[in-house]
Structure formats: C-alpha cells, structure tokens
C-alpha cells in the first residue's frame, strides 16, 4: 500500500477495458482506498484486473457526508483514488467537493488522465476541435431544454452534450427546433464498446434516424453540434424586429416567433427577447 498521502483522480474505461492504463492499474493496486461512484460496477473492473483494494461509495448524493471521513483518511497519510462509473471522474460525475475540500487543505491531488466520452467522440465527429463548449446533460424538461439551447443557438465553438437513453429522442428533436435542421451534427453512442455507433449529419436527419429507432437506445449518447456560423452571430436584427412586428400583430408571441425562425434565420432565443421587448413597448 502506498504510505503517501495523496488523492489520485484515476480515469477508467468507457467500454473496452484494454483502455485501462497500466499507470491507473498500478495506482489503484497500491493506494490504501478506492472511493468509486458505484462499487458494484467498479468491482467488475477491478476483479477483471485482479485489484482487490478496499472501495468505498461515492455518489452525487453521498458526496457530502462521506466527505469528512475521506479527508480524514488523507489527513492521517493514506492515499485514496477516486474513479466513476465510467471514464474521467467530475465530468458530469461526482467528485468535486472531495477534490475542492482535499486541495484546501493542503493535500496531494494527483490526476491520472485517461479516457472521456466527450473528448474520444470529438476526436473523431469531423468538427472543428480548435475550440468547443462541454455542456453535460441538458435539463430533463423540455421548456428548459429548449430554453438551454435557445442560449446556445449562437455559440461559436462545437457544443458537445451527454445525453440518456430514454431522452435522445426528445433532446434531438429540441435541438432541431433551436440549432435549425440543417445544423451539422454527429451522434455516438457505446464509444469503444462492440456495437459503438456514430452517425453524422444534419440535426433533421439524426432526430428522425433516432425516432425511427434504426438502432438501440441503450447507453449514454454524446451529441457534438457545430458552432454557429459567424453571420449568425451579427443578425439583421432591424429586419427581425420589422418581421415580428408584423407577426404579433394577428398572432401569438410563440407562434410568431416560430414563423420568424424560418423566415429569418436567427436563433429563436434572440426573436423571442425582442418580441418580448417589443410587446412591452
């Protein structure tokens, strides 16, 4: 067991377990403690490399109270690693009130890097990689999705997601209606796994392949979309107003600003606001 106090922030396998790194199998065989968001998932790991250190859970809602004692086993010089379910730990997993509590207090905290969903799928979506924006999972409610996206719609840079299987089809279909269907898009799904999927295309057309269940809605999706284009980002906005003028005269606002998406181009968000502000005018 190694006698030097130290928090190691160990990545783990997506999928294939060739991934693991013989670094990451020699800290998680030598450190006193394994805090693992799912120890039953994490046993099938370790077992497979014949790891038999200790464990213990560590999820987003136990995270709190099992910190004190976590601090406590550093502060006496043991060394504990910190792995997830699957791939990098803190990226939409938890961990970060440990790693913030155990740098305040002057302990080690040590990363050995890995794999991650978002970073393998973008390395192979054909995006512009130079720049990108990780937004996790999106809300579970579609008004907030939508809204979620509507503040995206002029993003830039490639927006990469996460995203469960029993809301794919809704998330895409939100998507589309707030990044446009003709926005360049790729979706994967069981990244290094047997039956890895990986689709390219415009938003439309992904949303509908997925409806249409052309494959399994079984693991955790990652959806990359590319970053607006830079006209999206300097709108007509005189033009925009003139046009929603127009349409809230005879129609509701979410109507008219529905119709003014496809006439004009720009992202819903920005014709919602100025509808908004010019109804309260």
Known sequence: MSNTAALYIVATPIGNLEDLSPRAARILSSVNLIAAEDTRTSRKLLVHFGIGTPMISLHEHNEREQLSGLLARLQQGQSIALISDAGTPLISDPGYHLVRAARAAGIAVVPVPG???????????????????????????????????????????????????????????????????????????????????????????????IARAETPRQGEFVVLVHGAEARAAAPALPEAERVLKLLTAELPTRQAVDLAVGITGLPRNTLYKLALAHKSR
Do not use: N, Q
Not at 126 to 153: I, M, N, T, V
Not at 191 to 205: C, H, I, S
């Open 115 to 209: 794999p991650c969903a978002a970073i393998t799928a973008l390395s192979v979506a054909g995006l512009p990689s130079d720049r990108f924006a990780f937004e996790g999972f999106p809300p579970a409610k579609s008004a907030a999705r939508r809204a979620c996206f509507g503040r995206l719609a002029a993003e830039p840079r490639t927006l990469i997601f996460y995203e469960s299987p029993h809301r794919i089809i809704d998330s895409l279909a939100d998507m589309t209606a707030e990044f446009g269907a003709a926005r360049e898009a790729m979706v994967a799904r069981e990244l290094t796994k047997k039956f890895e999927t990986l689709r390219a295309g415009p938003l439309g057309v992904l949303a509908d392949w």
